[in-house]
């Protein structure tokens, strides 16, 4: 999801007095961690020598990897 990197403020008092400012708001891109660990079986049976593909919400291909002799 896009982030603002500056947020306009208008002010407005009770005595009706107006004010204006610009925030920065810094962004931080950080860079996710994690594992994901499967197996791909038809029944109980392992299927290696398989692709599989991870995809981010847009459909874009992040990682690919083949499966090994243990469907892992």
């Known amino acids: 999801m896009p982030v603002p990197e500056q947020l306009e ?21 950080i860079q996710p961690i994690g594992r994901i660990a499967g197996c791909v079986l038809e029944g109980s049976i392992a299927q290696p ?7 981010d919400a847009k459909g874009k291909p992040v990682a690919k990897i083949e499966t090994a002799d243990d469907g892992s």
């Open 9 to 29: 403020l208008t002010i407005l008092t009770e005595a009706g007095r107006t004010d204006e400012c610009v925030v920065a708001l810094p962004v931080q891109v």
């Open 49 to 55: 020598g398989l692709t599989v593909s991870l995809t």
